[in-house]
Every structure is written in C-alpha cells, then in structure tokens.
C-alpha cells in the first residue's frame, strides 16, 4: 500500500535551517508529482512546494520563494525540502502528498513532522 513518512522537524530559531525528507513506498515513484503543503495551528493546509516526477519543474508558494528548495532522488524514492530563513510564521506541521489516479483518483499523505521556529 501506499505509505509516506516524514522526517527532519524540529525546533529551530529564526533565520535557522531544516531539511525535511518524506520516504515514499508502495507505488512507482518517479512517476507522480510529488507535494509539500504545511498546516498551522487553527489555519487550513496549504501547498509549500511541488515537483514534478523528473525533478526538472518546481512550483513554490510566494510565501517560501527564495528560502524552501524542494527536491527529490528517485533512486532512493525520497522527496526533500530545503528551509531556510525560516520565519516564526513558518510554524506548522509538514506534509508529504501524492496524487494517484488509477480507477479514481486518490490523495495520500504522510503523517507529518512538527517544525517549530521560535527563539
């Protein structure tokens, strides 16, 4: 089955760095778009950073422009996000996505990872 899992949260101080990873399993990876979205505390979820099966095209939330790198290693089957300058309102929890559509179309997501910025 298909099963995402997230890693790399944690409290960090701002202007600081993390790098979350999410090791995917259960469906041919370098075939799907792959996604970060984040939710805050009483806020809906919304879409960090994307990336195409290839790797070759990225889209970002204007939010994260220029600080969040996502990336991804098909051989290991793992997606990346880079964060840095992270910001107190880049507090949420993190989450890995996946759309697979076969005989209808499904969304899966990981667990999610805690990143807390705060000094």
């Known amino acids: 089955q298909v099963q995402l899992v997230e890693s790399g949260g944690g409290l960090v101080e701002p202007g600081g760095s993390l790098r979350l990873s999410c090791a995917a399993s259960g469906f041919t990876f370098s075939n799907y778009f792959m996604s970060w979205y984040r939710q805050a505390p009483g806020k809906e979820r919304e879409l960090v950073a994307g990336?195409?099966?290839?790797?070759?095209?990225?889209n970002y939330a204007d939010s994260v422009k220029g600080r969040f790198t996502i990336s991804r290693d098909n051989a290991k089957n793992t997606v990346y996000l880079q964060m840095n300058s992270l910001k107190p309102e880049d507090t949420a929890v993190y989450y890995c996505?996946?759309?697979?559509?076969?005989?209808?179309?499904?969304?899966?997501w990981g667990q999610g990872t805690q990143v807390t910025v705060s000094s």
């Open positions: 990336i195409a099966s290839a790797g070759r095209s990225t």
């Open positions: 996505k996946v759309r697979i559509a076969l005989i209808s179309i499904r969304d899966y």
